[in-house]
């Protein structure tokens, strides 16, 4: 048996930390063994190679635990000041680094022997938006914080201890990297949180639960959960497949709301000549104070001031000019042109 901890949901997220150490040979092996391909056969092998190292006794894991500190003590003493080293000679040298290739090879075996545990806490989180070995690399790098931080003194299971670290490099990867859109990691536990609530109202009502009851359950007002949901929501693909054949995306049903119905652009078109067609039977002033009254150039109207500053003339005459085309824009032989429009 895989020797695991309680099923309680995932954990508060934990100091990050930053692993100064090399990647061990056990976990180089096996990221180069995930690196092959995220197939059945991949995760076979990898099991099957795990699957070798027999799992550890407490007493074992104590065992372990103390040649890894003892070797960190001598790592540390061959890295004093100068002057200290100085003072051992060869032969204390030598027991030193054998010493700390012990507690190297320590390391590398209580890892070897937890491995296992990691695959079982991935298989958790299976089908969440990571590949399976994906999950389970991030997973050996929790492993992996949880020997270094392992207190033996405390009278605790290694696998009870190393479960919270493999759930949480776990829980943090897939808050950073499983969704289209990144969420922080603490609105990923708040949506988290949702969902457990929601499945168990689920199974309590036998029906969906409400925003309503949703919020009573989770202390927040039901305007709460409606945004939580929403930001819950995973983004698809416009070049999603449809149907059997796939011949079809789903870009191809959504309407552009900023494409040009090809009916309304002519219309528009046709208006623009027709407008240009009553101008020209204008002077040139008379078109030109139109022109900026209205916009009709760029889509930015004047004021009569505005206007007035472009002729070299005052707002009053400005309107005046306006007031007189108007009425000619008014008589039949020119309005008549644009009277299709005003329907």
């Known amino acids: 048996m895989v020797p695991t901890a309680s099923d309680t949901d995932d954990q508060d997220t934990a100091d990050d930390g930053v692993w100064d150490e090399d990647e061990s040979p056990t976990l180089r092996r096996a990221r180069k063994e995930a690196e092959v391909t995220a197939g059945g056969d991949s995760i076979r092998a990898y099991l099957k190679q795990i699957g070798r190292v027999p799992l550890l006794s407490a007493a074992e894991e104590v065992d372990l635990a103390i040649r890894i ?4 003590y001598a790592a540390e003493k061959l890295r ?3 002057e200290v080293s100085s003072g051992l000679d060869a032969a204390q040298c030598r027991d030193l680094t054998s010493i700390v290739l012990e507690g190297a090879r320590a390391k590398d075996h209580l890892l070897e022997a937890n491995l296992r545990l990691v695959v079982s806490i991935a298989k958790r989180y299976s089908g969440r938006g990571m590949a399976f070995l994906d999950l389970i690399q991030e997973g050996n790098l929790g492993l992996l914080r949880a020997v270094e931080k392992f207190d ?3 009278g605790f299971k290694f696998s009870t201890y190393a479960t919270w670290w493999i759930r949480q490099a776990i829980s943090r990867a897939m808050a950073d990297q499983a969704r289209t859109i990144r969420i922080p990691v603490h609105m990923v536990e708040i949506v988290n949180r949702l969902g457990r609530v929601q499945r168990d109202l689920f199974q309590q009502l036998g029906r969906e639960a409400t925003a309503v009851e949703v919020a009573g359950e989770l202390g927040i007002t039901p305007a709460r959960v409606m945004e939580i949901r929403q930001i819950a929501r995973e983004p698809i693909s416009l070049d999603q497949p449809i149907g059997d054949e796939g011949a079809s995306q789903i870009g ?3 309407e552009d709301s900023e494409a040009v119905v090809a009916i309304e652009a002519v219309a528009f078109t046709l208006l623009q ?3 240009q067609a009553v101008l020209e039977t204008l002077s040139e002033r008379e078109a030109g104070v139109m022109r900026l009254r209205y916009g009709l150039g760029d889509g930015q109207p004047r004021t009569l ?7 070299g003339v005052t707002r009053e005459r400005i ?17 008549q042109l644009l009277q299709d429009y005003l329907e």
């Open 252 to 254: 191809d049903f959504i």
């Open 305 to 311: 001031d505005d206007i007035g500053k472009v002729y």
């Open 319 to 335: 309107r005046q000019i306006e007031s007189k085309t108007m009425s000619k824009l008014r008589h039949p032989s020119r309005s």
């Open 80 to 82: 004093v000041e100068p």
């Open 69 to 72: 500190e003892v070797g960190l």
């Open 273 to 275: 000549e027709q407008l």
């Open 152 to 154: 033996y003194t405390r």
